[in-house]
């Protein structure tokens, strides 16, 4: 579930962080978020990849 990594995220920034402003935990949470999207993507991407292969070489 995306909410709640995307919680987990913030809560690592706050731990990770030591400035107590909001500022410095976004500017952390940011490449976060992007790689955790990115990451998503190329796996739709392969998985669909996988399964049109898979449905080649069965003739389907």
């Given at each position: 579930?995306r ?40 796996a ?12 080649e070489?069965?003739?389907?």
């Amino acid at each position: 579930n995306r909410k709640m990594v995307y919680a987990a995220f913030i809560i690592i920034t706050a731990i990770v962080t030591p400035d107590p402003t909001i500022v410095s935990d976004i500017i952390l949470l940011i490449p976060f978020l992007a790689i955790y999207e990115g990451t998503i993507l190329i796996a739709k991407r392969v998985e669909k990849k996988r399964i049109e292969r898979e449905e080649e070489s069965s003739g389907g």
